[in-house]
């Protein structure tokens, strides 16, 4: 993470320390998004692919999805800019097929798609039991 802006931007290494010590529990998932909030650099921002690197390593890409913080990131690149960016860093050519998928949308499937059901459950549940 990066805090400030513009020239101004640091990068917040207290912040990035407690996020990667939330990999042990497997209840955490990591929204990689707002790209251009966590880069100290201009877009497709190349500096965050060793970023995104660690926390392959640390969550694996089971618990990473991206997201555009759209509409904020039209202030720096066009929707299909920012979605394609990241096809641009030293990571996405050292990642499999699986994991591009993951991050980009399978994992946001799984985990969305799993707390819907299981809402819907509840509700059938509580419909049962009247």
């Known amino acids: 993470p990066a805090s400030g802006k513009g020239p101004d931007r640091t990068f917040d290494a207290l912040s990035w320390e407690f996020l990667m010590n939330q990999s042990s529990n497997p209840n955490v998932y990591v929204k990689f998004a707002a790209l251009f909030r ?27 999805f991206w997201g ?6 039209l202030e720096h690149s ?3 800019e920012a979605a394609a960016g990241i096809e641009q860093w030293p990571v996405w050519a050292e990642m499999t097929d699986v994991d ?5 949308k399978d994992t946001a499937t799984r985990l969305f798609r799993s707390s819907t059901l299981k809402r819907q459950q509840e509700r059938v549940d509580c419909h049962l039991h009247l």
């Open 78 to 80: 066009s929707y299909a």
């Open 68 to 73: 555009s913080d759209f509409p904020f990131a």
């Open 100 to 104: 591009r998928d993951n991050l980009m």
């Open 38 to 64: 966590l880069a100290v650099d201009e877009w497709p921002f190349l500096g965050l692919s060793a970023r995104l690197k660690m926390l392959l390593d640390a969550f694996g890409s089971e618990r990473l």
